[in-house]
């Protein structure tokens, strides 16, 4: 027993030796396999380690029933072949089994083994069966106004393995859905559905494309199917405007555009609402657009862009369209104004302008820089106010409008200067001057005289020795000049200038005070008649001396000649009226006139007197041989009256004399309404 039991041990221990030396293993092994139904399927298996006498044998459905050994497959399974290569001389082979025509029956699992493998692999074939059609969708698909609902269902039949239904937006799938499972219909078709709730449909859903997708999991093999629909939602317009404000000049083109939103395509009007200007459509209105070419003024306002689908509600949108164009002055005021003279009531123009933007309304005097407010006001009218005045409408983009108003005054007679005193000395003259204003001009300019007792006369041709009055009619005023020689002490008084015209009249005085001579002067005559001939040769030397130095040219001595009295202009001292010094050798230069002054409105004008300064006879031949600078040396020239020798010391001596003038005249401009002289014919009123 002993020898039995170490043989059996021994045979045990060589066999296992055989066996590790001889095992086989797997240099492919078999893999889970899918095949579509119909297709063809290979299902992989190699060896190494097996010998040339070791078989390979495939083990298939049902129940594993052999199928082939090596490369020769039973005759059971005519559309399988085996396919590869054994190599029996390095032990290793490929045996690949192959289906062709698969169906339903070839299903199950299969094994790919040799006896000499210690654990084979089982393997399963798959036979996909693809569902006949693709899924459908069920329920309303018809448009659905923003805000609604949405309920679609995906029903997918038949198909092995059965499909799983997912639904989709576009790319993105919706993870919470309603899904009914897997149902049998009447013809025992396995089918499985899946519901779409969208609560609340948005505008932005407007052309989503809901899809259901069945897939059964095979991506390689089978993909999936999918059915689409292209939904619509309806909503309300939306008007959205790019640019809510032009601003353009007249003549130019505006395109005036708004973007409208709406499913269905909504239709677009435009209509001004601004109730300024017309209302015009441009030539060009392409829905979204109004073209308006060339822009008016007349266009200028609030436009309105209004969007109507039918579904409530309709949207609108609002442009202003804002035109520029010059300063346009109206016809609110005339061209010639005619106001009454000294008006109590305060008169005022005013001047209103068109303009885009807003000109600025200004009133200034023509042909000047000077500029008032508007409306143009008057508190007083005076004949200074009268001229050409200009409306000027300017603004900062454009060229200024400009139209004139005359102003034309009319009314009574105004003499310029307010009542003055000129004191004078017998012998003296006095010239008084009467400037009238008026508008017509005066019919009539008469002088009176009032005595100091009151007396009251009006001066006519033969009322006053050495009279004279003359005048001068311009196109803006009259001059009246009356003129008195040699006055006496009866000739102190009230001098009236009067001016009157179909409005009325208006009235100046004038107080002359006349004195007699200075003793200064009789001194002078005395000395003359009682100095030797020695003392005057020493006077007329220290005379000659003295002109050389006032004049400023000695050595050259004029001969005296001696002249009638003459009107003594004295140029501008800062002097009172009745306190004159005697040097002062001045005439005061009075404002000038006779032209409207354009920049005054209501100015009148003071009359200047000033008394002439004595002079002595020898100061006077000096005046007469020095180059006097002033224009009005010989201004007024009376004739000598050579009467006797006395008459002729006292015009050799003569005391001041007086001038009321408002400035130098040249007596030739002056037509004469009469003049007088010792015996003087005085015409009588209807001269004037």
Known sequence: MADYSGDALFLVIYLSLVLKVHAAWYSVEPQPTSVLLGGRVTIFCAFDGIGKNDAVHWFGPPNLHFISEGTSVSE???????????NSGDHTGVYNLNIRDVRMEDEGVYRCSTFLLKEPRDVKLTV?????RPPSIIGDRSPREEGGSLHLTCRSEGGRPLPSVAWYNGTRRYSHLTSTGVVANDNLLNVVEQTLDVPYLARWDNGANFSCVADQGLPDLLPPQTTSI???VLYAPTVFVPRDYFKVREGASANLTCVVYGNPIPEVTWRKTSTSGAQRRGKDIRGQSNVIQP???????TYQCKADNGIQPVDTAIIKLDVLYPPSIRPTFDEKVNVLYDNEEEFFLECKADG??????????????LYFNNPLRFSRLDYQTEGTYECVADSSIFPEDVKDAVIDVIGKPDIRGDPETAHATQGSSVTLLCEVTSDPSPGSIIWYWRSVDGQEIELTKGSIDGLTVRQKTTDSYTESLLILDHVSSGSSGDYICKAINMFGSDTREYRVIVSGPPVIMIAIVTGVLVVSILLTLVAVIFIIRRRDVICGNRGHVKEFKESQPTHLNIEPCDVELDNVHAECTTKPIPPPRPDKDPYAI????PRLAVRAPEYSTADRRKQADCKHPSPHRHRHKRPHHRNDHVGRVERDYQAQR????SKTKDLQSYGDVFVGDGNIDIPDRRDF
């Open 602 to 605: 209501g100015i009148s004008y």
């Open 128 to 132: 996909i069966v693809p569902p006949p």
């Open 356 to 369: 885009n933007p807003t000109p600025r309304v200004r009133w200034r005097r023509k042909n000047t820089d």
């Open 295 to 301: 822009v008016s003024r007349l266009d200028a306002g």
């Open 230 to 232: 292209l939904f619509k």
């Open 658 to 661: 007086w001038q009321i003038v």
């Open 76 to 86: 059971k399974y005519p559309r399988v072949f085996v396919s590869g290569q054994g």
